[in-house]
């Protein structure tokens, strides 16, 4: 299959969207990641998905829609998901909810009683969505088990003649992917830290929200439901080991000539590396989570590197995505001196 690049002009979303209704699969931008469309209530094309990703088939897909009023059909709302809705739509924060019996594919649920949904800031895939007329699944559009694709360059050396299009919009916004909370439970819990925070939520919801990927939560045995967790995420070919600031001198004594760094300007400065030694992260947590999937993508596919060390954020506001990205990249390995 060849696969076709759109721009994001109005003819060109048409054909896509042509391509959604008739079962194919075709890449779309978010503000997060690129995800990989196809139809949601057409099993044949929610199939092909998972072909091309090589997703493990218990894995459940995200649902994608334009407006908040296609959900209706699918699943019961609560005042509180409504709620997030309402101050969070269109963002990067997918909910889960109990789904409506036997509205949802199994294909897209794997099997449990809830379906997550994602309404995303972005222009194209909204009006994508709109022209289909039908939700589409929305998984990030990486080979399972690598990094999300930021960009559509990304998705192109993954998905090439896998699927039939990629509607490019340039680099992504965020960078990681949306907060994943489950709102099926009376608990709120936060099964993928995102955009949207603990804090944010909580102040909309006016109650506690759990969060089931910090240590705390581990600690006291709160029992995560994403079942995409227990798969490898993120993960380059290549050695990826973090490093905390207070190490970067030491680390900088044992580089080694195949190593590289990905870290803020000031640490790069600090560590007085070259070009050639150092993928930029910018200057704010903004910026180096926009940019971590990206440089783990470009060292990934440069055969002379060994390991690449990455700078950790402050564990606040999107620190903790960019973290909680960085430890599955890295397997948790910890530059130690
Ligand atoms: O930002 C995003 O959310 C991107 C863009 C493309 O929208 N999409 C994305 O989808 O990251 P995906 O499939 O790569 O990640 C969704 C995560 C997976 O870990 C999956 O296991 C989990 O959400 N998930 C989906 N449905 C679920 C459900 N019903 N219950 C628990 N976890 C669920
Ligand atoms: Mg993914």
Same mark, same amino acid.
């Given at each position: 299959?060849?696969t076709?690049i759109?721009?994001?002009?109005k003819?060109?979303?048409?054909?896509?969207?042509?391509?959604?209704?008739? %079962?194919?699969?075709v890449?779309?931008?978010?503000?997060?990641?690129? $995800?990989?469309?196809?139809?949601?209530?057409?099993?044949?094309?929610i199939?092909?998905?998972?072909?091309?990703?090589?997703?493990?088939?218990? *894995?459940?897909?995200?649902?994608?829609?334009?407006?908040?009023?296609?959900?209706?059909?699918?699943?019961?709302?609560s005042?509180?998901?409504?709620?997030?809705m309402?101050? &969070?739509?269109? %963002?990067?924060?997918?909910?889960?909810?109990?789904?409506?019996?036997?509205?949802?594919?199994?294909?897209?649920?794997?099997?449990?009683?809830?379906?997550?949904?994602?309404?995303?800031?972005?222009?194209?895939?909204?009006?994508?969505i709109?022209?289909?007329?039908?939700?589409?699944?929305?998984?990030?559009? *990486?080979?399972?088990?690598?990094?999300?694709?930021?960009?559509?360059?990304?998705?192109?050396?993954?998905?090439?003649n896998?699927?039939? $299009?990629?509607?490019?919009d340039g680099?992504?916004q965020?960078?990681?992917?949306?907060?994943?909370?489950?709102?099926?439970?009376?608990?709120?819990?936060?099964?993928?830290? $995102?955009?949207?925070?603990?804090?944010?939520?909580?102040?909309?919801l006016?109650?506690?929200?759990?969060?089931?990927?910090?240590?705390?939560?581990?600690?006291?045995?709160?029992?995560?439901?994403?079942?995409?967790?227990?798969?490898?995420?993120?993960?380059?070919?290549?050695?990826?080991?973090?490093?905390?600031?207070?190490?970067?001198?030491?680390?900088? /004594?044992?580089?080694?000539?195949?190593?590289?760094?990905?870290?803020?300007?000031?640490?790069?400065?600090?560590m007085?590396?070259? *070009?050639?030694?150092?993928?930029?992260?910018?200057?704010?947590?903004?910026?180096?989570?926009e940019?971590?999937?990206?440089?783990?993508? &470009?060292?990934?596919?440069?055969? @002379?590197?060994?390991?690449?060390y990455?700078?950790?954020?402050?564990?606040? %506001?999107?620190?903790?995505?960019f973290? *909680?990205?960085?430890?599955?990249?890295? $397997?948790? @390995?910890? &530059? /130690?001196?």
């Open positions: 299959m060849k076709k759109f721009e994001t002009t003819n060109d979303i048409e054909e896509a969207s042509r391509l959604i209704q008739n %079962g194919e699969v890449a779309f931008p978010t503000e997060t990641v690129y $995800g990989l469309g196809a139809d949601a209530t057409n099993e044949s094309a199939k092909k998905v998972f072909v091309a990703k090589g997703r493990p088939a218990d *894995n459940p897909l995200i649902m994608t829609v334009a407006d908040a009023a296609q959900l209706d059909e699918f699943v019961t709302i005042d509180q998901a409504r709620g997030l309402d101050h &969070f739509w269109p %963002g990067s924060l997918t909910i889960i909810l109990p789904i409506k019996p036997g509205k949802v594919s199994m294909l897209v649920t794997g099997g449990l009683q809830t379906v997550a949904f994602r309404l995303p800031a972005n222009d194209a895939a909204r009006t994508l709109r022209v289909a007329g039908v939700p589409i699944v929305g998984p990030s559009a *990486n080979t399972s088990g690598k990094p999300s694709p930021t960009t559509a360059q990304h998705v192109w050396h993954d998905m090439q896998k699927i039939a $299009g990629i509607v490019d680099p992504t965020v960078g990681v992917e949306s907060t994943v909370v489950d709102m099926s439970i009376s608990t709120p819990i936060i099964l993928r830290p $995102g955009a949207v925070t603990q804090p944010q939520l909580e102040e909309v006016q109650m506690k929200v759990i969060d089931a990927t910090s240590t705390e939560s581990v600690a006291s045995n709160v029992t995560p439901k994403a079942p995409g967790m227990k798969y490898r995420h993120y993960a380059p070919d290549k050695n990826v080991v973090m490093f905390d600031e207070l190490d970067a001198l030491e680390l900088k /004594q044992v580089l080694a000539p195949n190593d590289v760094v990905m870290a803020k300007d000031d640490m790069i400065e600090k007085a590396l070259t *070009n050639h030694q150092a993928w930029s992260l910018g200057n704010t947590l903004e910026t180096a989570t940019q971590l999937f990206a440089g783990l993508r &470009f060292y990934d596919d440069d055969s @002379q590197i060994t390991t690449i990455v700078q950790k954020m402050p564990p606040i %506001g999107i620190g903790k995505a973290n *909680n990205r960085l430890g599955k990249a890295a $397997g948790n @390995q910890e &530059f /130690q001196n």
